[in-house]
């Protein structure tokens, strides 16, 4: 069963713009949710999680309960924003699962 | 200091051969994760190390597919008789504590790129 669903696989937007990647996911319960970037020929690495209710290098994710969804937003897109998003889901602390990626292309 | 690091970071293998993925994960780190990860895909999680106590291994693909991490620290994931659909990305990630606040958070090392003949 998908538990996790990115339904973009590649994003494109200009500098300054607006940016939101999508991220729904299914489970009735209380999971955690978290957002992992991956920059070019860089590992993969957490940038936000729900519980921390923080914005990281100007993002932010909102947990909708009603929606099931925990989309990653920017007001302002900067080039170095390009990258692999990853949208991922705990339930019990020692299993995730992640969506397969949205690329972001930030246009200059 | 010292990330998580996996060796080799490129394998290729013959179909029906063994291989043996290494993973070091941060010194002091207690969990340990590894994925599977396919061209165009995320993640998918394998198996899960708290110490050197496999607590779930729900996401090996077969029975050819084992981990272990005999003195709660390095791990080793083997895949004996390799097949084509083997060939993927197998990261190893690792935490601190799972945490009665939640879970900490993962650091990953580079990955290994399996190709299988």
């Known amino acids: 069963a998908q538990r996790v669903t990115q339904p973009e696989k590649l994003l494109s937007v200009f500098k300054g713009a607006p940016v939101e990647l999508k991220c729904n996911y299914s489970?009735?319960?209380?999971?955690?949710l978290f957002w992992y970037v991956q920059y070019s020929r860089q590992r993969l690495q957490l940038l936000l999680r729900?519980?921390s209710r923080e914005s990281i290098k100007g993002f932010t994710a909102d947990l909708n309960k009603g929606e099931t969804s925990f989309h990653l937003k920017k007001p302002f897109a900067q080039e170095e924003d390009s990258a692999m998003y990853y949208c991922?889901?705990?339930?019990?602390?020692?299993?995730?699962?992640f969506g397969s990626g949205t690329k972001l292309n930030v246009k200059p | 200091g010292a990330g998580v690091s996996q060796s080799p970071r490129y394998k290729v293998a013959k179909r029906g051969q063994d291989v043996a993925l290494r993973c070091d994960p941060i010194?002091?780190?207690?969990?340990l994760f590894w994925y599977q990860q396919a061209l165009g895909q995320g993640p998918e999680f394998l198996t899960y190390?708290?110490?050197?106590?496999?607590?779930?291994k729900s996401g090996l693909p077969s029975d050819r597919f084992f981990a272990e991490r005999p003195e709660g620290s390095v791990s080793t994931l083997k895949i004996q008789r390799t097949q084509q659909e083997d060939s993927a990305v197998y990261l190893c990630?690792?935490?601190?504590?799972?945490?009665?606040?939640?879970?900490?958070?993962?650091?990953f090392g580079p990955g290994t790129r399996l190709t299988v003949l």
């Open positions: 990630a690792s935490s601190l504590a799972i945490g009665a606040g939640g879970t900490d958070t993962q650091y």
């Open positions: 489970y009735s319960g209380s999971p955690e």
């Open positions: 729900h519980i």
């Open positions: 991922a889901l705990s339930y019990n602390f020692n299993k995730f699962y």
């Open positions: 010194s002091g780190h207690v969990s």
């Open positions: 190390f708290q110490n050197e106590a496999q607590l779930d």
